[in-house]
């Protein structure tokens, strides 16, 4: 069984964590690229900026917030990045999707790993 992780990019790397993919258009603010230690950068599977703005991780929109990113991950434009994501995850027992969001509940990562975990891509 495919284990998907998620962690906030200020936590630090452990090797449990297998590959890292960062799943957010914006880099995180006071990380470096070695401290990430990041697979790769899936910009892709982020919400879209409006999206992203739109929610400001305010819990009573969690759910209006999965459906719409949830149309979002069914365009062709996130098609490419998903394609790299599922052939991250065939390779490999577990990943780590990596977000800066703080609030660990009600964000892209979690709405990410729900869809992957429930959807036949």
């Given at each position: ?29 006071g ?23 739109w ?8 759910k ?58």
């Amino acid at each position: 069984m495919m284990e998907i992780r998620i962690k906030r990019a200020y936590e630090s790397a452990a090797n449990s964590d297998g590959p890292r993919i960062l799943v957010d258009r914006i880099w995180p603010r006071g990380v470096s690229k070695e401290d990430a230690q990041l697979e790769t950068w899936l910009k892709g599977v982020a919400p879209s900026t409006e999206l992203r703005k739109w929610f400001g991780h305010d819990p009573e929109k969690w759910k209006e917030f999965q459906q719409r990113f949830l149309k979002e991950l069914k365009k062709k434009d996130a098609a490419e990045d998903l394609e790299e994501l599922q052939a991250i995850i065939k390779k490999h027992k577990r990943i780590t999707l990596v977000f800066a969001a703080k609030d660990t509940e009600h964000n892209n990562a979690v709405a990410l790993r729900d869809f992957l975990n429930n959807d036949d891509l």
